[in-house]
């Protein structure tokens, strides 16, 4: 399948070897493969808060990050055909599309939070996204924060979903980074929004994109990716071997027979 998510980082973008722009083989939204690597090439860059006295637990900060991504996606700025950040957005999903993680803490945090883009709050995280940027184009604020060191614990182990709350379930079988998972969630729910309809987006964005992150039982996982929900199926380029099954997005929506 060719996809937009199946590259690595270009070699302008700010080096870091556990940062790549996190790639991932997801539906292609643009024209073929070699017409989407002709395009201008652009990254959606992601920022957790992480101070040291009072690091996010790792579910919150996955949780934060899909819910951020989708919180750009749904922006007037981006669904307006004149939105400020629409053009972007739209460069960007006609290319091969990239998330970084990164974190920041203190001064950088605040010198970031200058910069336009939307934060969103978790139950203790923060996550600031920003309209798309080009490879070669990242503001100083961004170029020198890092994400090595982004490793989250969760103190108390996250409880039960509620019912009807959709669901991006982790491979049980892989270990990843907390920066690498926030994209990899971040994906994961823009898989699910493309696939929901107008009405279905509506409600989800109504209610504050609710959602869950969770670890799919290990007998579980295999109904999950049998091709009736999306599935996020990483590049390889870091963390993980090539292909692996990273995220399903578990929309109650899109789950078979639904009307």
């Known amino acids: 399948m060719s996809s937009p998510f199946d590259l690595p980082a270009a070699a302008s973008a700010p080096a870091d070897p556990a940062d790549p722009a996190d790639p991932a083989e997801l539906p292609a939204v643009g024209g073929g493969g070699a017409d989407r690597d002709a395009n201008p090439q652009y990254v959606l860059p992601l920022v957790v808060r992480l101070e040291r006295a009072e690091p996010p637990a790792r579910t919150d900060a996955l ?16 669904t307006e055909p004149d939105g400020e950040w629409a053009a972007r957005v739209a460069a960007w999903e006609d290319a091969r599309i990239r998330k970084v993680v990164r974190r920041a803490r203190g001064g950088e945090w605040r010198k970031a939070a200058e910069l336009p883009g939307i934060t969103v709050p978790g ?33 108390v ?12 379930w982790l491979n049980p079988a892989l270990e990843m980074s907390a920066g690498k998972t926030m ?16 009405t279905r987006r509506k409600e989800w964005a109504e209610s504050g ?15 999950l990716t049998d091709g009736r929900l999306p599935v996020v199926h990483d590049a390889g380029f870091t963390e993980i071997a090539p292909g692996s099954a990273t995220v399903v997005a578990d929309h109650p929506a899109l789950r078979p027979g639904r009307p």
């Open 157 to 168: 182990p996250p409880g039960p979903v509620p019912e009807g709350v959709p669901v991006l």
């Open 183 to 198: 994209a990899q969630t971040g994906h994961a729910a823009q898989l699910a929004w493309w696939q929901l309809d107008d």
């Open 209 to 223: 994109f609710r959602l869950a992150v969770r670890t799919a039982a290990p007998d579980a996982w295999p109904a």
């Open 63 to 78: 949780e934060t990050s899909a819910r951020a991504v989708l919180t750009l996606l749904a922006d007037p700025r981006v």
């Open 123 to 155: 139950e203790g995280a923060e996550v600031r996204v920003f309209p798309p940027i080009p490879l070669d184009g990242w503001p100083k604020e961004l170029a020198k924060l890092q994400v090595s060191g982004t490793d989250l614990d969760d103190p």
